[in-house]
């Protein structure tokens, strides 16, 4: 198995018979669109044809900070400059470095540069538009990879229904996350980016047709993390409406790295660095290039499944104190949920009814577990070892998930998936829930249709695991670009399809994913908003209210969370 894989924990090796005949992503039919006049200068945007009826038009590549290269390197984001004359807006701009070309998919050739802090905008072709919806992306690629670029899936969807699609790319791994816990390397400059393209699209956004006052912040995996994190944010007071987290919480243990400083000297001793404080430190790391530094920390990754079960070496972390630089991080995500002035804005929050289903390919997990029952336990609970309480919890994860097994044997490869998927996701999910139901409007899912459209699940020949893996919900909200084979309009995956996105775009328009109750499509339900019951939405081949999803298993995690977090 291709060691990136543990990267995204999604495919990422290229050349499989599901993807042979591939023409690459983007549209069938493209001409010269518009021009739009910003502040910073002109642009002219591309109309795009997907299918026959329906065009959009992009605008893409936009700078919304300045290269943050040289002495911007590890400092907080610049807003862009201007230009002069007619900017040509067909093109993406750079990736931002990362280990060489991430996904399947990926345009090529693939372009990657430290100068990478574009923003793309796709909109309806339309003549007079205003006020539209505007779906702010985020990313996912684990803090690693990835871009705002298509890639096995684009989203033209959205811009057919009549909203306005934002995407763009924000700075990776070392070069985004370094932080050594003073002024001279602050942390979290990826948050820091994606603040600040979240400000560009407030002051620009109704050039394009779009609504500043109706930003729905969305986000998948590490996306879904940020959107988190900027619902914490004082700094991000205002500049969102909504928010879609989905499959990725700041409560989770991969994507928050508690001892960044340790990290960034390992870093300095793996390039041979002298330094004899951070200042040095950080000034030796200026002098290398972006390859190099990628080149030392892709062996820092986890290689050791279930890789989830750790933080991850270059992700987000606490911000530095002593900086009048913003901080999207000030305290422990635990910290934060109990005393931030939080944005109390509508929410979406769904996971998939088997996230962490690809484990099932590394059996080695299993044989760890059974080795050394410890590895069950959150790091963050901080539980010593052999003591009473460890033995507690881990007595408590064999009752409720193995039938009280000691080891999980061959026939149980089951249970361990639904463990690593409620340790590794729907927890931090339903922990975020928790946190923010009694205080703003939740409508909370679970993704469980498996068919047509489930990448991951055919890629990795899951289709007979009962349940939905990470990523495969995605596919349903966006077009796929990857299948070799058409899939039949008469399929049920393209109902499910209609389904989802109807329920993404109410929400975005009415701050209610079902308005009307009598709608065939949504099969006349109404979705509860979360109350004590947890109500959620179990959208699979039918879409089916219910209460309190896995509620044993949640309701273990629950109380352990509670009696053992420190925080
Ligand atoms: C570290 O400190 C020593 C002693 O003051 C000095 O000789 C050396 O040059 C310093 N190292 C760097 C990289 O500046
Ligand atoms: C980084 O690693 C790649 C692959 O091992 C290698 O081809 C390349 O030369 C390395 N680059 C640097 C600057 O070390
Ligand atoms: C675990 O604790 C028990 C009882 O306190 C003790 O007998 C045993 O030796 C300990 N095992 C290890 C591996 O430390
Ligand atoms: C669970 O364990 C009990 C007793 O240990 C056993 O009787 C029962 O058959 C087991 N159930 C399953 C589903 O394996
Ligand atoms: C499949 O999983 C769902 C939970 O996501 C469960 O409700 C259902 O009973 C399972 N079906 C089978 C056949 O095991």
């Given at each position: ?217 969305m986000g998948f995996s590490v996306g879904g993390v940020v959107v988190q994190a900027l619902i914490y944010s004082e700094d ?204 703003q409007p939740v409508y909370y899912y679970r993704f469980s249709y498996s068919g047509a459209f489930s990448f991951s699940q ?110």
């Amino acid at each position: 198995m291709d060691k990136l894989l543990l990267i995204f924990f999604i495919p990422v090796v290229i050349s499989d018979s599901l993807l042979d005949n591939w023409d690459g992503p983007g549209p069938r039919l493209t001409y010269p669109g518009p021009i739009k006049f910003l502040n910073q200068g002109m642009l002219r945007g591309r109309i795009e044809h997907y299918d026959l009826t329906e065009s959009i038009v992009s605008y893409k590549g936009i700078p919304y900070a300045q290269p943050p290269v040289r002495e911007l390197r590890w400092k907080p984001p610049v807003p862009a400059s201007g230009w002069k004359g007619i900017k040509d807006a067909s093109l993406f701009g750079a990736n931002c470095p990362q280990f060489g070309a991430p996904l399947i998919g990926t345009r090529q050739p693939f372009v990657m540069n430290e100068d990478c802090l574009f923003i793309n905008i796709f909109t309806p072709n339309r003549m007079f538009m205003r006020n539209l919806p505007v779906y702010f992306h985020i990313h996912l690629g684990g803090f690693h990879g990835e871009s705002g670029d298509p890639n096995i899936h684009s989203w033209e969807f959205f811009p057919q229904n009549g909203v306005i699609y934002v995407t763009f790319n924000y700075r990776l791994d070392v070069l985004g996350q370094l932080n050594t816990q003073d002024r001279h390397a602050t942390g979290n400059y990826g948050l820091k980016d994606i603040l600040e393209a979240l400000k560009w699209v407030n002051r620009n956004i109704h050039s394009f047709g779009g609504d500043p006052n109706n930003v729905i912040l969305m986000g998948f995996s590490v996306g879904g993390v940020v959107v988190q994190a900027l619902i914490y944010s004082e700094d991000a007071k205002g500049l969102f409406a909504k928010a879609v987290s989905l499959s990725g919480s700041l409560f989770q243990t991969y994507p928050f790295q508690p001892n960044p400083k340790e990290k960034a000297e390992a870093l300095g001793r793996m390039l041979n660095i002298e330094f004899n404080n951070t200042e040095e430190l950080v000034a030796q790391l200026r002098t290398f290039t972006p390859e190099q530094l990628s080149n030392a920390t892709i062996r820092f990754l986890p290689t050791e499944m279930p890789t989830l079960f750790v933080p991850r070496t270059f992700v987000p972390s606490i911000d530095a104190e002593d900086t009048d630089e913003i901080k999207l991080i000030p305290k422990h995500p635990d910290v934060l949920a109990r005393t931030a002035n939080y944005n109390k804005v509508p929410l979406m929050i769904g996971f998939n009814s088997m996230d962490s289903m690809t484990n099932l390919l590394f059996p080695n997990g299993r044989d760890r577990f059974n080795a050394d029952p410890h590895m069950l336990i959150p790091d963050a609970w901080k539980i010593e070892r052999n003591s009473s309480e460890a033995w507690e919890i881990i007595d408590g994860f064999r009752r409720v998930y193995f039938n009280g097994s000691e080891i999980v044997t061959e026939d149980m490869m089951m249970q361990w998936m639904e463990f690593c998927s409620d340790r590794e996701n729907a927890f931090g999910m339903s922990k975020f829930v928790d946190f923010h139901y009694k205080e703003q409007p939740v409508y909370y899912y679970r993704f469980s249709y498996s068919g047509a459209f489930s990448f991951s699940q055919q890629y990795f020949g899951l289709m007979h695991v009962n349940g939905t893996t990470s990523f495969d919900d995605y596919m349903y909200l966006h077009r796929m670009n990857r299948f070799r084979n058409p899939v039949p309009r008469s399929d049920h995956a393209y109902t499910v399809q209609d389904r989802y996105l109807r329920l993404m775009l109410n929400f975005g328009r009415f701050n209610n994913p079902t308005p009307n109750s009598q709608d065939r499509l949504l099969q006349n339900i109404q979705w509860p908003q979360v109350t004590d019951n947890l109500e959620f939405l179990d959208i699979g081949e039918n879409l089916v209210v219910g209460t309190h999803p896995f509620k044993e298993r949640m309701d273990l995690w629950r109380d352990f969370d509670r009696r053992f977090n420190k925080f």
